[in-house]
């Protein structure tokens, strides 16, 4: 379980996302829901990046952590 309160949420995220591990911006990517009827949709519920070839969380709901 990750719990995460409004109060630690921050503003809205842009596409990007400068690393805390290397600095250099990433690109922020989204997850997709899957509909009942099998296709999929992109959801902005978690939002994560990609460094070094791990993936860490960058935001909630379209808000920063």
Do not use: Q, W
Request: with cysteine.
């Amino acid at each position: 379980m990750f719990c995460v309160g409004n109060e630690e949420l921050k503003g809205a995220l842009g596409e990007t996302i400068t690393c805390p591990h290397c600095g250099a911006e990433h690109l922020i990517e989204y997850g997709d829901t899957v509909l009942p009827d099998g296709s999929k949709v992109k959801s902005k519920i978690l939002s994560f990046y990609k460094c070094g070839g791990n993936m860490y969380l960058a935001g909630i709901h379209g808000r920063a952590i």
